[in-house]
């Protein structure tokens, strides 16, 4: 599948991989420039390939509260939450960005192998309630703007209010002749903004951000870089640190399962004889040049104890970071363990995450 923008990353040279089903960036000249673009500057990414599916109507706050693990009743307009939509045994089917736009109407994100999924399930979930899902994937563009600068760009061509755009809470507002939704949540560790559009103006919104951000050293940015700069920021991936077989718990992100909101949600029983797991998800820093790999087995002296989830060499940091599933015993900082690297036995060190923080 193509999004909206394929034809603008073909006029940009970029090299395409194959993610989720989709043919998507993943870098244009040199993921290195692009991260350190991200991290000092800016980057421009295009994320047309998550879903976007909206629930409208007066019990749309009780079908999200009963679907997810989250108290999204809570979340009051403007503002946007963090949460998972887990199977009835607890293990997490996506993790999701879902944004209250009014009261009665909100809008889930969810990841783009999963989106269709996704939509189902809260169709499914949904159909007690006196609530709408309609999924909007196929008729909207998501393009983000990431990095220190990002806000100086997107100020120059919308005249939102950006002080007043917190973090994880999204905006209606105009980009010259562009209805958007722009929202300030993000996946690098840095600050940026994503802006909602219908999929037809995609390539012209793209063209006036690049535009702006030419004189802040705005980049185009691909799915490689989104890789690291994530994974410094601490950030999970769906397939990698979470999937069906694990719960919000295994990964270190029970917070997000509100055990306390009025009623009862998909899962509540099994989640709740899960928050004790017996593997958890920790950092891990190395030394040298050679970086853990998704899939490398992480050993304390010659005993398989747990596998790498994802590792590169910090671009950022100038040394190796990693995120693995070990045993519980294993997860205090300055722990040290080693990683089976092609064969090689390097040492690494268990670390408090996230990796990178800015500022």
């Not at 109507?57 to 949460?83: E, F, H, M, N």
Request: glycine share 12%.
């Amino acid at each position: 599948m193509h999004t909206a923008l394929h034809g603008v990353h073909k006029g940009l040279g970029a090299l395409f991989t194959d993610f989720a089903g989709w043919e998507m960036p993943v870098r244009y000249s040199s993921e290195l420039a692009e991260h350190r673009a991200v991290r000092e500057a800016a980057g421009l990414f295009d994320l047309s390939h998550m879903g976007e599916i909206e629930l409208t109507g007066p019990q749309a706050a009780q079908a999200l509260d009963y679907a997810l693990v989250g108290a999204l009743s809570a979340v009051k307009p403007g503002r946007a939450r963090y949460t998972m939509i887990c199977a009835p045994d607890g293990g997490v089917l996506d993790d999701l960005v879902v944004y209250r736009l009014a009261e009665e109407k909100f809008l889930v994100v969810a990841n783009a192998g999963n989106a269709p999924a996704v939509a189902a399930e809260l169709t499914a979930r949904a159909s007690g309630f006196d609530a709408e899902v309609t999924d909007r994937s196929a008729g909207t563009a998501l393009v983000a703007v990431q990095g220190p600068h990002s806000a100086a760009i997107v100020g120059t061509v919308t005249g939102a209010d950006l002080a007043e755009l917190k973090y994880y809470a999204s905006m209606p507002a105009r980009v010259r002749e562009h209805e958007v939704l722009l929202a300030r949540t993000g996946y690098t560790g840095e600050d940026g903004f994503e802006l909602y559009v219908p999929a037809a103006e995609a390539s012209d919104l793209w063209r006036i951000l690049s535009e702006a951000g030419a004189a802040h050293g705005l980049l185009p940015a691909g799915l490689a870089c989104r890789d690291t700069l994530r994974l410094e920021a601490g950030m999970p991936l769906y397939g990698n640190e979470l999937n069906r077989e694990l719960s919000p718990f295994d990964a270190g992100l029970g917070r997000v399962v509100k055990f306390d909101k009025p009623g009862d949600f998909v899962g509540r029983d099994a989640l709740a004889a899960r928050t004790e797991p017996e593997k958890i998800l920790v950092g891990l820093r190395g030394s040298g040049r050679r970086a853990p790999r998704h899939g490398y087995r992480v050993l304390d002296g010659n005993r398989e104890i747990g596998e790498i989830t994802s590792g590169a060499l910090s671009p950022t940091l100038g040394h190796p970071i990693a995120m693995a599933y070990v045993p519980a015993g294993y997860g205090e900082a300055g722990t040290s363990l080693s990683v089976d690297i092609r064969g090689r036995i390097e040492p690494v060190e268990v670390v408090s995450m996230p990796f990178y923080r800015r500022g």
